[in-house]
């Protein structure tokens, strides 16, 4: 991973609520700390992720997905050194105040051996969260860890395969997904057919989940023909670093039906 991922794109089509916070507004402003050694910051440019060739962060980047706001949270990074020489190393802590690290700190650090830095988040509101851990080494061998934290919807339990019930022609089967939010904040979503079929019909394709609600998908099959037919879906939710949920609708028509 060589870059930070982004945010899913706002969608275009979205409805304006109070409380619907787009993450791309929802970025904190950095404060320096006291203990921070500015004249590093000031002087070094900390650009390189993943590795530095003398310094391996485990992981590359930290993610506190889902949190509940005055918890406090922690994850272990591990700073290994991967170089044939003993190393001299500064860790910069985060700017901003929601971001902490603990690590014991030695005096130097042997080949093969690592740093274990916990880092600690403790959200005072429901937004999406970001600084970096920096890490200083000889040289202009910088490295930058990337650290974010950003409420997630954990409400959403689609199979991947939903069969509806056989339906003679001219008449309909559907299947309604719920999509609920336990977060007090709105997400965006939206729809998109990935192997579309005349016979289903999805509404809506793009909406609000509202904070602390609900709302539904309705697919509905009406067969133009016997056979069987199916249709494959993504929904996309406007969370930071989401992954789209991807699933089959499938439908059936069959002449001996109307025998029963």
């Not at 970025?27 to 002087?43: A, C, I, Q, W």
């Not at 740093?115 to 970001?130: A, G, I, K, L, N």
């Amino acid at each position: 991973m060589e870059v930070v991922h982004s945010a899913p794109e706002t969608f275009s089509r979205s409805l304006k609520k109070k409380n619907l916070l787009p993450l791309s507004q929802l970025l904190e402003d950095t404060r320096k700390s006291g203990n921070v050694p500015h004249h590093l910051l000031e002087t070094r440019v900390f650009a390189k992720l993943k590795s530095n060739g003398v310094v391996q962060a485990e992981p590359l980047e930290l993610h506190f997905s889902g949190f509940e706001v005055g918890k406090d949270y922690r994850k272990n990074l591990k700073l290994v050194n991967v170089s044939s020489e003993v190393l001299s190393v500064h860790i910069l802590p985060p700017l901003t105040k929601h971001f902490q690290i603990k690590y014991t700190k030695k005096c130097r650090l042997v080949p093969g051996l690592a740093y274990t830095v916990t880092v600690h988040f403790q959200p005072d509101e429901w937004r999406y969260f970001s600084d970096n851990i920096r890490i200083h080494c000889k040289g202009d061998e910088n490295l930058l860890v990337p650290v974010h934290a950003y409420p997630v919807i954990n409400d959403l339990h689609i199979p991947s395969h939903i069969s509806l019930p056989p339906v003679p022609l001219g008449q309909s089967a559907s299947h309604v997904i719920p999509l609920s939010c336990s977060c007090p904040i709105d997400f965006e979503f939206q729809v998109h057919c990935l192997q579309p079929h005349k016979a289903f019909t999805v509404k809506p394709l793009s909406g609000i989940i509202p904070a602390n609600g609900k709302t539904a998908l309705k697919v509905t099959f009406t067969p133009l023909r016997y056979g069987t037919a199916d249709i494959t879906l993504q929904l996309v939710i406007s969370q930071f670093n989401s992954k789209p949920v991807i699933f089959t609708v499938t439908g059936s028509s069959s002449p001996y039906l109307l025998l029963r």
